[in-house]
């Protein structure tokens, strides 16, 4: 009855009308889910950005997201014996294993469920009443429990949110305030691609350019932002040439030192720097971002 009352209903109408939406705002007839199962499922074209071992959600990637949260969120499953709803779960975390291409956003759906679990398993221990046999005045389960909670969570959401990788986010809010003073002309990001905001911060019309990261048809093509971090010399005199176009370069202090000889040459120099991380992730430490500028435009 769940199966053909109400998800198949319910998955008709909304692939229906998504449908129409994208017909209409493309201009033409595309079914964009499609697309995503031939691109990511059938040729594995995300595998382009890197790839996991199949039990990565489970071992690794949504371990990690809920944190310590996870044995209250399996004992919440056990004891509510909710299995449509937890197996809910374990569907969407088992169909994206299948793609070699993993990221913690893909699974960030669940999330919710998962600690709706957790939720529910606490309730349980407040209705618990322990015997304290000692007339001693000790935490319950569940005041411990929270205490825990709060001493793995807090900290890391705070260090996380206000100061880990944050110079991407802070460099855009500075050639925000830089352009709506009229001294931007161009900005030219010399890092991976996607790595800021970009326009959605800057809120100007202004020329901006990136290391393309495309998909290649051909297997083994190395993109803009692979050629950069293998030479990254090279690649600029070979791709950009004269840097006089840009009023603005941008990139990570790790890549810093190779081009800065060239920099200097073409009469730019730094500005200024924003931290941005006290470790690294999968790259070389890139512990701040740097903003240079043209001599003229400063």
């Not at 449509?84 to 569907?91: Q, V």
Request: glycine residues 6%; aromatic residues 16%; charged residues 15%.
């Amino acid at each position: 009855r769940f199966l053909f009352l109400e998800v198949i209903p319910l998955g008709a109408i909304v692939l229906a009308a998504t449908t129409f939406l994208d017909w209409w705002m493309y201009g033409s007839r595309v079914i964009v889910p499609l697309n995503f199962l031939k691109f990511n499922l059938f040729s594995s074209g995300g595998d382009y950005y890197g790839t996991h071992v199949f039990h990565w959600y489970f071992t690794q990637g949504f371990p990690s997201m809920i944190w310590t949260f996870l044995p209250l969120s399996v004992f919440g499953v056990i004891k509510s014996r909710e299995w449509r709803l937890s197996g809910l779960i374990a569907w969407v975390l088992g169909v994206y294993s299948i793609l070699g291409h993993k990221e913690f956003r893909f699974v960030l759906p669940v999330l919710p469920l998962a600690l709706m679990f957790s939720g529910y398993f606490l309730a349980a221990m407040s209705q618990f009443k322990g015997k304290n046999l000692h007339g001693k005045r000790h935490f319950s389960r569940l005041q411990l429990s929270v205490i825990l909670l709060i001493i793995t969570n807090v900290p890391m959401a705070l260090y996380m949110s206000l100061f880990h990788q944050r110079g991407t986010e802070d460099v855009m809010f500075y050639l925000s305030k830089e352009a709506h003073n009229g001294r931007v002309k161009g900005v030219l990001f010399l890092m991976p691609c996607h790595s800021t905001p970009y326009y959605s911060t800057l809120h100007s019309s202004l020329p901006m350019r990136f290391l393309d990261c495309t998909p290649s048809d051909n297997k083994g093509t190395l993109d803009e932002s692979d050629r950069f971090l293998m030479n990254p010399l090279d690649f600029v005199g070979e791709v950009f040439g004269n840097l006089s176009s840009f009023s603005h370069i941008v990139l990570f202090e790790s890549e810093e030192r190779h081009v800065i000889q060239l920099l200097l040459h073409d009469s730019f120099q730094e500005v200024r720097r924003f931290f941005h991380s006290h470790f690294k992730i999968d790259r070389d430490l890139q512990s701040s971002v740097v903003v240079y500028s043209r001599r003229d435009v400063l």
